[in-house]
C-alpha cells in the first residue's frame, strides 16, 4: 500500500493533501480553501516521499489566485525488493526502446537482445549496485518483427519479448 509523507520545508499549516492511484500513477494534490499566500521564492516542499518504488514524473503549482508557482522537489525512490525485468518501453517501438532491470542488491547483469530465430543481436552487461539499470536499445539497422531480450543477474533470468514497428 503506498502511502504519500509530505515533509515541507516552508510552512503548510492550513494546507490540505490528497492522492489517488491510477494504475501505476499517483495524482498527488495539495491545496488549501483559504486565501494561503506565498512569498515569491518560498519553496514549500522539500521532499515527496513515497513508500515503494516510485519515480517523480513532473510537478505543476498555483496559488490561490491560479498563478503558476515554482516547486523544488528531491525526487525519492525506496531500493528494489527483488529482481525483476520490466516491458520495454515503448512496446511497439520504432527504433528506440528502453530496457530496464531491478537489483535488489548489488550484482553483475547480462541483457540479450535476439531475433525470432534466436540470434543474439546485442549484449549489455556490467556490475551496478542496488538498483535500477536502464539500457537503450537502438534498432535503426533491423527489420520490423518481433525481438526477445533475456536479463540475468545473479540466480535471476526472465525473457520478455518486444515489437519492432517501422
Do not use: C
Request: glycine fraction near 8%; hydrophobic fraction near 35%; avoid cysteine.
Amino acid at each position: 500500500n503506498t502511502t504519500p509523507e509530505i515533509i515541507p520545508s516552508g510552512d503548510l499549516s492550513g494546507m490540505d493533501l490528497r492522492y489517488h492511484m491510477d494504475g501505476d500513477i499517483m495524482r498527488v494534490l495539495i491545496y488549501s480553501m483559504d486565501t494561503y499566500h506565498i512569498s515569491p521564492g518560498e519553496n514549500l516542499l522539500g521532499t515527496i516521499n513515497v513508500d515503494g518504488d516510485v519515480s517523480l514524473i513532473s510537478t505543476d503549482m498555483a496559488d490561490y489566485y491560479g498563478s503558476d508557482l515554482t516547486v523544488n522537489l528531491r525526487e525519492v525512490s525506496s531500493l528494489p525488493s527483488e529482481y525483476e525485468l520490466s516491458q520495454n518501453f515503448p512496446n511497439p517501438f520504432n527504433p528506440e526502446t528502453e530496457i530496464q532491470l531491478s537489483l535488489p542488491e548489488a550484482s553483475d547483469w547480462r541483457i540479450e537482445i535476439f531475433n525470432i530465430n534466436g540470434r543474439v543481436i546485442e549484449t549489455f552487461s556490467g556490475y551496478s549496485e542496488a538498483g535500477k539499470v536502464t539500457v537503450k536499445f537502438q534498432a535503426d539497422n533491423l527489420a520490423t518483427g518481433m525481438y526477445f531480450y533475456r536479463a540475468t543477474a545473479g540466480d535471476f533470468t526472465d525473457t520478455k519479448k518486444m515489437i519492432l514497428l517501422k
